[in-house]
């Protein structure tokens, strides 16, 4: 079953970037999208499902996908593929604390 919500996504709009990787995030909520992060539901040309993602910022998005921006310094591009795990864990509890919040998920 793959888990979808339009609101999930919908809701990272304007939301500040959740993953703040030191050196990468640009901290503009002008770029924030919700990025889904690599889990057991995603696959060749299959996104995670909606449960597994975060806000994110452009910056940080491109640095979870692999894809490196020439300005940033090799330090912290080193920095991050040393502690993704801690990145993306993080960023995913805090976004759920965030939905929570704006009441878009609900806990019963």
């Keep these: 079953?793959?888990?979808?919500?339009?609101?999930?996504?919908?809701?990272?709009?304007?939301?500040?970037?959740?993953?703040?990787?030191?050196?990468i995030c640009n901290f503009n909520p002008e770029s924030t999208v919700f990025a889904h992060l690599p889990d057991e539901s995603n696959g060749m040309g299959k996104k995670?499902?909606?449960?597994?993602?975060?806000?994110?910022?452009?910056?940080?998005?491109?640095?979870?996908?692999g894809r490196k921006q020439a300005n940033w310094g090799v330090d912290a591009w080193c920095?991050?593929?040393?502690?993704?795990?801690?990145?993306m864990r993080r960023a995913m509890v805090r976004t759920?604390?965030?939905?929570?919040?704006?009441?878009v998920v609900v806990i019963k």
């Excluded at 759920?96 to 009441?103: A, D, Q, T, V």
Aim: aromatic share 8%; charged share 30%.
């Design 48 to 65: 995670s499902d909606d449960i597994s993602g975060c806000f994110s910022c452009d910056s940080c998005h491109s640095a979870v996908d």
């Design 1 to 23: 079953m793959k888990i979808e919500s339009k609101k999930i996504r919908d809701s990272a709009r304007g939301e500040a970037c959740s993953m703040q990787i030191a050196g």
């Design 79 to 87: 920095e991050f593929q040393n502690h993704k795990e801690f990145y």
């Design 96 to 103: 759920w604390r965030r939905l929570i919040e704006m009441g």
